[in-house]
């Protein structure tokens, strides 16, 4: 793990853009893994304002996106459908045919084995953006999710389900599951981008880095990376 200690949030989004903008320089066709949730909002702010800048034309990028709330319609103003149109592709020119979302509708089984289907034809992910939640989940592995999953359903915890009660009109409005890109997925990217930010993940973020590779803690598993690199505001990095 290569560790980037960042003074705070805005500094640890603007590096990660940085890195991000580097790689996709070298590769204009890339393909992206693109996680949802509060953390990424900072990079997601510095590609809107960097593409109006003229620093990246992503015409050719593709992208899929981690997860989506099982049930959920697109048009759902909780859908993380909505949410990235919102927070970035209303504001950046991936093409609509090259975003990629999990379907939260229908025969769910078989919207995971179509995801992982179109995931290998794209030729697997080149560039993933992660986060860990305070339980050690990355995407929606909760703990216990085995290493070797691909895309599936997950039932959220009572605490993913409180931390993410903040962006709902009520906590019961929280769904109860969600499909998640699976752990092997991301452990097959080619490299890993990652930002950790707020006292709220310190102990996550310990146990992510120095901690036994356990289940008990998905974020462990990617110590065994080869290439990654932890982008940490101060308050994240706190107690390593």
Do not use: W
């Amino acid at each position: 793990m290569n560790i980037v200690r960042c003074g705070n949030y805005d500094d640890a989004s603007r590096q990660a853009y940085h890195h991000l903008l580097s790689r996709l320089r070298d590769n204009e066709k890339a393909v992206l893994g693109l996680p949802t949730g509060s953390t990424p909002l900072g990079l997601y702010r510095c590609m809107t304002q960097g593409y109006v800048n003229g620093d990246f034309d992503y015409s050719g990028i593709t992208t899929f996106n981690i997860d989506e709330y099982a049930g959920m319609e697109r048009n759902n103003p909780d859908s993380y459908y909505l949410f990235m149109q919102r927070k970035l592709f209303n504001g950046i020119n991936v093409a609509e045919e090259r975003r990629h979302i999990p379907s939260g509708l229908g025969n769910l089984e078989h919207n995971c084995l179509e995801y992982d289907r179109l995931m290998e034809a794209a030729g697997g992910i080149d560039i993933l953006v992660l986060a860990v939640g305070a339980n050690g989940h990355i995407g929606f592995n909760e703990p216990g999710t085995p290493f070797e999953s691909t895309t599936h359903i997950i039932e959220l915890t009572g605490r993913t389900r409180a931390d993410n009660a903040r962006f709902f009109k009520s906590p019961e409005d929280v769904p109860e599951q969600a499909l998640t890109m699976g752990i092997k997925l991301m452990m097959n990217a080619r490299e890993i981008i990652f930002i950790g930010t707020g006292k709220e993940k310190a102990d996550a973020v310990r146990r992510m880095v120095n901690g036994p590779v356990t289940t008990d803690c998905p974020a462990s598993v990617l110590q065994l990376h080869p290439n990654i690199t932890l982008y940490l505001d101060s308050e994240a990095a706190g107690d390593l």
